[in-house]
């Protein structure tokens, strides 16, 4: 049992940069693999980037590659993604997720612990 929350959302224009934190309470962080995930209006939920239980191996999207970084410090039981370049197209709420078990990293049903969200936007 973990609860994760997020923070650090918030509106930048386009070529902007923002930082996403995700802090975990009721867990130890090295115990789970973590993900991001966002969410836009009338749209699925999108599998964003993934960091393994040691931070060393890491995943991201393929329309967030080379703009995005995701990073964990498993002793302070945080997890950061640092997103630049950002275009409106990012606009979503982004979702700290953590897993026990790893099957398909990329699919929601792999996680199950999830914060409540934190909203990006990005103007033209």
């Known amino acids: 049992q973990v609860q994760l929350v997020e923070s650090g959302g918030g509106l930048v224009q386009a070529g902007g940069s923002l930082q996403l934190s995700c802090s975990a309470s009721?867990?130890?962080?090295?115990?789970?693999?973590m993900g991001w995930f966002r969410q836009a209006p009338g749209k699925e939920r999108e599998f964003v980037a993934a960091?393994?239980?040691?931070?060393?191996?890491?995943y991201y999207a393929d329309s967030v590659k080379g703009r995005f970084t995701i990073i964990r410090y498993n002793r302070e039981n945080t997890m950061y993604l640092i997103m630049n370049s950002l275009k409106p197209g990012d606009t979503a709420v982004y979702y700290c997720?953590?897993?026990?078990?790893?099957?398909?990293?990329?699919?929601?049903?792999?996680?199950?612990?999830w914060g409540q969200g934190t909203q990006v936007t990005v103007s033209s």
């Open positions: 997720a953590a897993g026990e078990t790893m099957t398909d990293f990329t699919n929601p049903t792999a996680y199950d612990y």
């Open positions: 009721g867990g130890t962080f090295r115990d789970y693999f």
């Open positions: 960091s393994f239980w040691s931070g060393t191996t890491t």
